[in-house]
């Protein structure tokens, strides 16, 4: 929710409520930001039970693929892994709405049964692409990160990121929408070489902890920016190759 925009309002419903009240908040990641919130809404010094580490870290279910290339290269590459992908259930995450619309349109022209979800549409618009998505109706959704939390939809098999987020933190949870409840699942990430490249280091550190591969022009990006490695040098684990699921 914090994400989402919602700060505001939820500081003013704390700031309507009775000081003896009791607060819960729940997290899957606990940044800076979540820690902040957690002491001023509490009244008194927070209980905080945590489960597993604190460290950022993806599900191991998941295979991460990273596909080093240039923005103009995005649309046909996109449409190169579709046809390989056949008619699995796919989420594709844009970062913008407008984007949303144009890839559905872009993608709808290919023959797919594709829609899009963002922001900008209405509550009972959200309902109908939903439903139409659990359903199977619908096999490919493309989406900004208004559908990367919450959504549990258990046979999605493939997270595609058309654009990658600002921050690792919303990378994990959009990967993170496949491979639910012990199942495996697929992230591919189309990693723009120029315009993403400050989110190399962190991504790096990402796909060690989990043991996926790790292309080496991604590890050259990353040492070239030097962006985010330092927060993850602790991690030494080996990389490794996940079998794709079937």
Same mark, same amino acid.
């Given at each position: *929710? ?40 509490? !009244? #008194?010094? $927070? ?5 597993? +580490?604190?460290?950022? !870290?993806?599900?191991?279910?998941? #295979? ?5 290339? !240039? ?11 579709? &046809? ?34 963002? /922001? ?6 959200r309902d109908f692409v939903m439903n139409?998505?659990?359903? /199977?109706? !619908? ?5 900004? =990160?208004?559908? %990367?939390?919450?959504? =549990? ?10 654009? *990658? $987020? ?20 697929? %992230? ?12 190399a280091g962190d991504l790096v550190g990402?796909?060690?902890?989990? #043991? ?15 962006? /985010? ?8 684990? $080996?990389?490794?190759?996940? &079998?794709?699921? +079937?």
């Amino acid at each position: *929710m914090l994400d989402m925009g919602f700060e505001p309002s939820i500081r003013k419903i704390v700031a309507q409520t009775r000081s003896e009240r009791q607060t819960m908040l729940f997290s899957a990641t606990w940044p800076k930001e979540v820690q902040s919130l957690a002491l001023d809404f509490c !009244t #008194q010094q $927070p209980i905080h039970i945590q489960i597993g +580490s604190l460290d950022l !870290t993806s599900n191991r279910q998941i #295979q991460q693929k990273v596909v080093i290339l !240039t923005k103009d290269q995005k649309e046909n590459k996109l449409r190169e892994i579709l &046809q390989q992908l056949g008619t699995k259930k796919i989420i594709i995450f844009c970062q913008t709405k407008i984007k949303c619309d144009q890839l559905q349109l872009y993608l709808i022209q290919d023959g797919l049964r594709c829609k899009s979800l963002h /922001g900008d549409k209405r509550q009972s618009e959200r309902d109908f692409v939903m439903n139409s998505f659990k359903r /199977g109706d !619908t096999t490919v959704l493309v989406a900004t =990160d208004v559908a %990367s939390r919450g959504l =549990d939809i258990k046979d999605i098999e493939f997270v595609i990121n058309f654009d *990658m $987020p600002r921050l690792i933190e919303d990378y994990v949870h959009r990967i993170g929408r496949t491979g639910r409840a012990g199942a495996q699942g697929v %992230s591919i990430s189309l990693f723009d070489s120029y315009e993403d490249a400050k989110l190399a280091g962190d991504l790096v550190g990402v796909l060690r902890e989990s #043991q996926n591969e790790i292309p080496n022009e991604l590890s050259h990006l990353a040492n070239v920016t030097n962006s /985010g490695y330092l927060n993850y040098r602790k991690w030494n684990a $080996p990389s490794g190759k996940i &079998q794709y699921c +079937s």
